[in-house]
């Protein structure tokens, strides 16, 4: 089940009720465990978090670490120890045994299956399908394996111990191991039978099947070549089926007639070597196989390290400003750094030897980079920056631009981004040409001034100001026509000249231009549409955030998505605006109207009043005191 790696969804201490549940929940599950035994588990004190993880196909788990090492793991309301804690209390759960060769297998998802348990001669525990039990290997009962039995014990021994006998949960060297401090488990001999004993009976098996093999198998070639008059060396070949390979199985000896006596005196002695070589062998295959995890498991570890230093000086260098100080860890994590990885890399720090943020941090500041300081309680800080430090200034920041400032230009070149010019005008509407004649303008584009400065000099042309109030413009019958109403043209008189002026623009064809960089001016009627920012709501009181229009400032909704998914940390959709054929939508999870306004604002440079939405914000809730 924790074969592969699973993502971490949230990391918090967990609160005194859920850790009350928490021990009424393992009590209920694990009737055995007495009072002290249930304290030593789950303390009263100690530092206890509650992890929600979802492993790779989806499934949603709850974790309980204690002092870094998870010792409870929660799915589907049932709860189950790790090995971490059967490691103290072995005697949990009913267990099977095996051989230490199917120990890579459990570990790579495998199921645990009936020709592979080791049955002592106490005979196997009792145990009914579905019961919750344990696995351990040979030489020790310290449980390698927890998972879920597919048949009872009776229904095992009538099936002649063959087919799939316990479906495992959780192993030893699987990610759920990794996520704690992967210490290695103990030794703890088995009560009811000592691995010596078990040995001694699997030989006097394998003697018996050696007997029968030789009553039917009589073709047996010894060749003896002498080397030397201090070396023999025996080739043996068998031609058993059953026994193992030893064609190429050399022993040197001293020469000495007994030796070359009895060919099956020397048959029995070279199968029970070649045994000996093939059990040393598969010891040091899997300590091999154990090593070359530990070794892959520390590269991953080294990787990341330096990954998390590197976005660390880059954010440090190009994005914060002395300003942004004092920055919040969190904020810090997920906003500045972030953006800064690689592109085909990802930032995880769970997978680096720091495992959590604050600790990589206290490390940065013992080499003097930065300065964490906790301003408020449990919430973190970094308060100064040594920008002088020598890590910092050696730092180069790579030339390749990021997602935000990249815009994709007709599908094959890139280039920076760069707003665009945009410039409101107004047409001469034919209701208004009797006014603007004098001017000789019909069919030409006016900008607000112009309109103000044309009809400025049609009243005073006209001598329309009146004579004693010049805050009063005296309508004449072209301004009636033009300006006022139907239901006006016998009550008003006079217009102040604010008012003449904004009644002539309402009346005028309003038009608008977008000029980008090296292309052409773009002309429309009416206002541009702003980019629009909603905030709608789903099922399960889940919101999402909806932006819109993004075309019309030339952003691409794609790249625009892919920057705010680094910035946000969430996930980001894209679908077509009904009712048309080239808009697109972007829809991100969560309210992130603070995060989109920033990005546009700050990395693609649009103005705030061509943003439409921004006062959808979350409002940050007031402090309780």
């Avoid at 974790?63 to 049932?78: Q, R």
């Avoid at 700050?602 to 943003?611: A, D, F, G, L, T």
Wanted: hydrophobic content about 35%; proline content about 5%; charged content about 25%.
């Amino acid at each position: 089940m924790f074969a592969k790696p699973f993502r971490v969804k949230s990391n918090t201490a967990i609160k005194g009720s859920d850790r009350r549940k928490l021990r009424a929940d393992v009590l209920a599950a694990f009737p055995s465990i007495s009072g002290g035994q249930l304290s030593h588990l789950i303390p009263n004190k100690e530092e206890l978090n509650v992890v929600k993880i979802y492993l790779h196909k989806g499934e949603a788990v709850i974790a309980y670490v204690l002092n870094k090492n998870p010792i409870f793991f929660e799915m589907d309301t049932c709860i189950y120890p790790t090995v971490y804690t059967l490691w103290s209390h072995p005697d949990l759960l009913a267990a099977f045994t095996t051989w230490r060769a199917v120990l890579p297998k459990l570990a790579g998802g495998a199921d645990l299956m009936l020709p592979g348990v080791v049955v002592p001669p106490s005979g196997l525990p009792e145990v009914l399908q579905g019961d919750l039990c344990a696995i351990n290997l040979v030489g020790s009962r310290a449980p390698v394996a927890i998972g879920l039995a597919t048949m009872s014990t009776t229904e095992m021994l009538a099936a002649g111990m063959k087919g799939r006998g316990v479906s495992t949960l959780h192993t030893y060297l699987d990610q759920l191991w990794a996520f704690g401090e992967k210490t290695n488990p103990p030794v703890i001999a088995h009560k009811h039978c000592d691995p010596g004993e078990i040995g001694e009976q699997m030989g006097q098996e394998d003697d018996e099947e050696e007997d029968e093999d030789e009553e039917e198998e009589k073709e047996e070639d010894v060749i003896i070549d002498a080397v030397s008059n201090e070396n023999v060396t025996a080739v043996l070949h068998s031609t058993e089926s059953d026994t193992p390979d030893i064609d190429n199985l050399c022993l040197n000896v001293e020469p000495e007639p007994e030796l070359v006596s009895s060919a099956t005196g020397q048959v029995n002695d070279s199968e029970t070597h070649a045994s000996e070589i093939a059990d040393q062998k598969e010891i040091t295959e899997d300590i091999g196989d154990h090593q070359d995890t530990a070794e892959t498991i520390k590269t991953i570890q080294e990787q990341m390290d330096e990954l998390l230093v590197q976005c660390f000086l880059h954010a440090l260098k190009s994005k914060v400003k002395k300003a942004d100080l004092p920055l919040l860890t969190s904020t810090f994590l997920k906003i500045y750094m972030y953006p800064c990885c690689p592109e085909g890399r990802q930032l995880d720090i769970k997978k680096s030897s720091y495992k959590k943020l604050s600790k990589f941090l206290q490390s940065m500041q013992q080499r003097h980079i930065v300065q964490v300081k906790e301003l408020s309680k449990g919430v973190e800080s970094i308060a100064i920056v040594n920008w002088k430090h020598a890590d910092l200034k050696s730092f180069k920041v790579p030339e390749t631009a990021t997602v935000e400032e990249v815009v994709k230009v007709d599908g094959e070149s890139e280039t920076l981004y760069q707003p665009p010019e945009i410039d409101s005008f107004y047409h001469i509407s034919s209701k208004l040409i009797p006014l603007f004649e004098h001017a000789g303008l019909k069919d030409v584009t006016l900008s607000s001034a112009d309109v103000r400065s044309i009809i400025t000099n049609y009243v005073k042309s006209n001598e329309l100001i009146d004579d004693y109030n010049k805050n009063y413009v005296t309508i004449n019958p072209i301004l009636c026509d033009c300006i006022l109403e139907k239901s006006e043209h016998h009550v008003v008189t006079k217009l102040k000249w604010d008012d003449l002026f904004t009644r002539c623009l309402e009346k005028l064809q309003q038009c608008h231009q977008v000029t980008f960089p090296g292309q052409k001016p773009i002309v429309r009627k009416g206002n541009i549409k702003p980019i629009s920012i909603d905030v709608a709501q789903r099922a399960s009181n889940k919101k999402v955030t909806i932006i819109t229009n993004l075309e019309v400032y030339g952003l691409d909704p794609q790249v625009v998505g892919s920057a705010l998914q680094l910035r946000a940390q969430a996930s980001v959709t894209m679908n077509q605006v009904p009712g048309t054929k080239d808009k697109m939508a972007l829809q991100v999870q969560g309210n992130q109207v603070n995060h989109i306004a920033k990005l546009l604002t700050e990395e693609y440079r649009i103005p705030v009043k061509y943003i439409e939405g921004l006062n959808k914000a979350p409002k940050s809730g007031k402090k309780k005191r």
